[in-house]
């Protein structure tokens, strides 16, 4: 599913969500979608699926989301009507996104081979916090594979200090030679 469709549609949401100052709101009725379609295969075949009536997939939604935001609503209106129900998988992701830039948040991941103890994490936080700058969330991975040291994910930088991604180099250096 292309990035820019959901942009496409998103980001109106969010600019629509800014004006009126219900970007809370906004936040709150996607994550719940997206909780709806991640709890329920069903729902997320229907939806996706062409052979089902848009008519009957919009009546759905809105029977799910009464107490949802009215921009939300016309939001999941439009992307039915288009025939883009795909954009619904992402567009809660993506809000995120944009909400986290408005509110000067940097998001990211530490992955280690070990969980980091919490005094090291904070460490960690607190020296990416000052290259990052604003202010930083960042979610602790544990993944074996590593062996050893850590890969931290912020934004589109990658910092890769693990045994594995020294492994890596050093293997595609001498295949390079």
Do not use: C, W
Request: glycine residues 12%.
């Amino acid at each position: 599913m292309s990035g820019l469709l959901t942009r496409r549609y998103v980001v109106p949401l969010y600019e629509v969500a800014l004006k009126a100052n219900a970007l809370d709101a906004v936040e709150g009725d996607l994550k719940q979608l997206d909780g709806a379609l991640a709890a329920s295969p069903d729902l997320k075949r229907l939806l996706l699926s062409p052979s089902e009536p848009r008519a009957v997939k919009k009546r759905l939604l809105e029977r799910l989301f009464t107490g949802a935001s009215p921009y939300t609503l016309k939001f999941i209106g439009l992307v039915i009507d288009k025939n883009r129900p795909e954009v619904l998988l992402a567009a809660s992701r993506l809000y995120g996104d944009l909400l986290n830039a408005h509110r000067g948040i940097v998001t990211g991941t530490v992955e280690s081979a070990v969980p980091l103890g919490e005094a090291l994490f904070g460490q960690l936080k607190a020296a990416l916090g000052e290259r990052f700058g604003g202010k930083l969330e960042l979610e602790q991975r544990v993944d074996p594979g590593l062996l050893g040291g850590v890969r931290v994910r912020v934004g589109n930088s990658v910092y890769d200090g693990s045994v594995k991604g020294r492994l890596d180099r050093i293997r595609a250096a001498l295949a390079g030679q």
